[in-house]
């Protein structure tokens, strides 16, 4: 089967380091990704990691290991407009479908 | 101008009625998918396409039709609407399996 959980919603401050898990269970592994979207917004894509360790692009990096099937996605200097629901979402090996998580709604407070 | 547009934005119809949502792409992908957002489910697979001659099924077909009429056309249609397929609906292109790229979404309420 195929399974991905992340938290549903995380509360953090400005300025904060916040660090958004998520697990995944699929039949076939090739990517993990997520993406940024505001309340009824398109998704927009902010990482993609194939391999195991992390990956850093400006305040934001992404961790894959693929053998506990776990990522996380951390934001740094968080800033008001970092608030918004934060997708997880798997590649399965062999297709070009991806699996996404429900969603974690993070609030970033003054 | 957007790469990839839906229209309409928002339609409101009603239970038993044929609607249709379009979506266009000018980023030149192959691939474009169709997928649906309820509260609390993420994004759920429709249809996917990797070509013009290339249709697939994804987790959730049931009560939806698609057609591709071009490489950069790809159509939606809800044969007889139901209530329960009331939701936010995207497009989504890709170049490959890297990433996805969205359209604005159309909100959809049958009643």
């Known amino acids: 089967g195929q399974n991905i959980d992340q938290p549903t919603e995380m509360t953090a401050t400005e300025g904060a380091i916040v660090q958004i898990n998520c697990t995944y269970q699929?039949?076939?592994?090739?990517?993990l990704f997520w993406y940024q979207q505001h309340a009824a917004e398109a998704p927009t894509f902010l990482s993609y990691n194939v391999l195991d360790g992390l990956e850093e692009k400006g305040r934001f990096s992404s961790f894959l290991s693929r053998s506990k099937g776990y990522s996380y996605l951390l934001l740094k200097e968080l800033q008001m407009k970092d608030s918004a629901s934060y997708l997880c979402?798997?590649?399965?090996?062999?297709?070009?479908?991806?699996?996404f998580g429900t969603g974690t709604r993070l609030k970033v407070l003054a | 101008d957007a790469d990839v547009t839906q229209t309409p934005r928002n339609r409101i119809t009603k239970t038993g009625k044929r609607i249709m949502l379009e979506c266009s792409q000018t980023?030149?992908?192959?691939?474009m998918y169709w997928y649906r957002q309820d509260p609390g489910l993420g994004l759920r697979l429709i249809y996917y396409s990797f070509d013009v001659k290339d249709i697939n099924k994804g987790e959730i077909s049931d009560g939806y039709s698609v057609s591709r009429q071009a490489q950069a056309k790809f159509s939606l249609s809800l044969e007889s609407a139901i209530p329960n397929q009331t939701a936010l609906y995207f497009c989504?292109?890709?170049?490959?399996?890297?990433?996805?790229?969205f359209g604005p979404g159309t909100r959809l309420l049958v009643l």
């Open positions: 979402a798997v590649n399965r090996a062999g297709t070009y479908k991806y699996i």
């Open positions: 980023k030149g992908h192959d691939r």
């Open positions: 989504a292109t890709s170049p490959g399996r890297e990433t996805q790229y």
């Open positions: 699929t039949s076939g592994f090739n990517g």
